[in-house]
């Protein structure tokens, strides 16, 4: 069965404290690893989508990272508007199915 | 602009009712999904469709029901069936591929009263 599990679930850093989430998943074929923002009452945003081990892509304060059983994504110099929710999801090798399994997301809280 | 959008925001059910939850996108994606999220739990998949009249059960279809006779609406029926259907029903859509990322609406809030 295909797992992805988020650490930590909540996270408290101080403005400007640079830190990492952690995404691992277990699956039978990787075809994609996205991540996405959610804040409180609303939808996922899209961030990234990273295909192969090595692989890194940056937004603003935001770089996630591949490898072939995790990926992070690493926030520097956080500033409170970072707060929300992070969702890591993988699309799965599998006969026409493009779906994404989620894992239970990162609460990162970012304090003034 | 294009988007999801997903209708009503917030939703009110009696017991032993069904309700319906409107999802339509202008994207021209393909394909469509419907998840539930509860209090610290994943999304989980409930159906998706990948092409029009066609759609397939997820990890947690029961008690639930859609249809797709159009590309850009994929409505989810809540039934009677379904025990504990209060949670944050989120619609989204994307094209049909590898590496496609799947966009969002902003969710309907079911509570049952």
């Known amino acids: 069965e295909d797992q992805v599990t988020q650490s930590p679930e909540a996270l408290r850093l101080q403005e400007g404290e640079s830190s990492s989430l952690n995404c691992s998943y277990t699956?039978?074929?990787?075809?994609?690893l996205f991540w996405y923002r959610q804040d409180p009452g609303k939808g996922p945003e899209f961030l990234f989508t990273l295909y192969s081990a090595g692989e890194e892509k940056e937004k603003e304060r935001l770089k996630a990272t591949l490898t072939k059983k995790e990926s992070f994504l690493h926030i520097t110099a956080p500033k409170p508007e970072d707060s929300a929710t992070y969702l890591c999801?993988?699309?799965?090798?599998?006969?026409?199915?493009?779906?994404?399994?989620f894992g239970k997301g990162t609460k990162l809280s970012v304090i003034p | 602009d294009g988007g999801i959008t997903q209708s009503p925001k917030y939703l009110f059910r009696k017991e032993g009712q069904n309700v319906t939850l409107s999802c339509e996108q202008n994207l021209n994606h393909d394909a469509m999904y419907w998840y539930r999220q509860d209090p610290g739990q994943g999304l989980r998949l409930i159906y998706y469709?990948?092409?029009?009249?066609?759609?397939q059960k997820g990890d947690i279809a029961e008690g639930y029901s859609v249809s797709r006779e159009k590309k850009e609406s994929f409505p989810l029926t809540v039934t009677s069936a379904q025990k504990n259907p209060t949670a944050f029903y989120l619609c989204?859509?994307?094209?049909?591929?590898?590496?496609?990322?799947?966009?969002f609406g902003q969710g309907t809030r079911l509570t049952v009263v």
């Open positions: 699956v039978s074929g990787l075809r994609g």
């Open positions: 989204a859509s994307s094209f049909t591929g590898v590496m496609t990322e799947a966009f």
């Open positions: 999801a993988v699309q799965v090798s599998g006969a026409g199915s493009y779906q994404l399994t």
């Open positions: 469709s990948q092409i029009v009249n066609d759609f």
